[in-house]
């Protein structure tokens, strides 16, 4: 727990650094007060690597993005007998639609669990520089899962309610340069039915990302949990990825030891420890499309 907090302390006090040093370099620099002018591309992707950034998907653009995550890895047998673990992909189908440049909706499919889901993020705050700097951009980010699987007890009383799950997360982030960009991510889970553990989850996610050229940058994504650790085979997720760009496309490749691709299943699904009992290989896919008349599709 102290060191979550040492993180969270650390993360404020450099904001507040660098937006001191801001402004103090647009009092030497700028005698006319222009006004602030906002920061683009703190990330590449509105996903960090699984969980999310952010990025909004822009007004009148849907991005569809396919999610893979493979078979675990274990030992050199599975680097050839199930072809790095590709026999056994688990796979979900996302579309996300941007309302405004501040406000995007959501909707996917997950095969784990047969889950159906919607999703609502909203830039509250939005990185500036430059004279009354706004040093982080803020985003909040909501989301409800329903699990259509068949039950396991079919002679037990079974209802709707009990399949529902849900997401809440607050999205704090700053590019502090032209190549680095971090991020905090409290998050709050709440699972309406559970076996042998806590209904509510809270974590503190923490992750960055790594401007390698104008197409390419390595990513980093961790959520403890502060809460529920006692939780039988149970583990943080964290992951490492690196992000390509090409035209519309970004492809995002990545290693974990998470099968899940929503906040509710890679955080509370994750079980295998990193890397003493494997990994996982697995991509993102985006392609974005533009509902603009005033623009092609890119």
């Not at 996302?94 to 309302?99: K, L, R, S, V």
């Not at 090409?246 to 509370?268: A, D, K, R």
Request: positive net charge.
């Amino acid at each position: 727990m102290k060191k979550i907090f040492i993180i969270i302390l650390a993360f404020v006090a450099n904001n507040y650094c660098f937006a001191q040093d801001d402004l103090f370099s647009t009092m030497l620099n700028d005698s006319n007060n222009s006004k602030p002018t906002p920061v683009y591309a703190t990330f590449k992707s509105t996903r960090l690597i699984t969980g999310q950034s952010t990025e909004n998907i822009s007004s009148k653009h849907l991005n569809v993005v396919i999610l893979h995550r493979f078979g675990l890895v274990k030992n050199g047998e599975d680097l050839y007998y199930n072809f790095l673990g590709f026999d056994n992909a688990s796979i979900r189908f996302a579309f996300d639609y941007g309302i405004t440049n501040n406000l995007m909706v959501g909707i996917g499919r997950s095969v784990i669990g047969k889950t159906y889901d919607g999703s609502i993020k909203y830039k509250i705050l939005k990185q500036k520089k430059g004279s009354g700097a706004m040093p982080i951009s803020l985003s909040y980010y909501g989301n409800m899962s329903i699990n259509t699987s068949e039950w396991e007890d079919k002679m037990r009383d079974n209802y709707f309610s009990s399949r529902l799950q849900f997401c809440n997360s607050f999205l704090i982030s700053r590019k502090f340069n032209e190549h680095l960009s971090l991020q905090i991510m409290p998050t709050f889970i709440h699972r309406n039915l559970v076996k042998f553990a806590e209904n509510d989850l809270y974590v503190l996610g923490v992750g960055g990302s790594i401007k390698i050229t104008r197409s390419t940058r390595l990513n980093f994504e961790y959520y403890p949990r502060l809460n529920g650790r006692n939780e039988q085979n149970q583990f943080d997720c964290l992951s490492v990825g690196f992000d390509i760009e090409t035209g519309g496309h970004v492809f995002q490749l990545m290693l974990t030891n998470s099968v899940g691709m929503i906040e509710q299943t890679m955080i509370t699904q994750t079980n295998i420890s990193w890397p003493n009992q494997g990994l996982r290989l697995g991509f993102n896919l985006s392609r974005k499309f533009s509902f603009d008349r005033g623009n092609k599709s890119k």
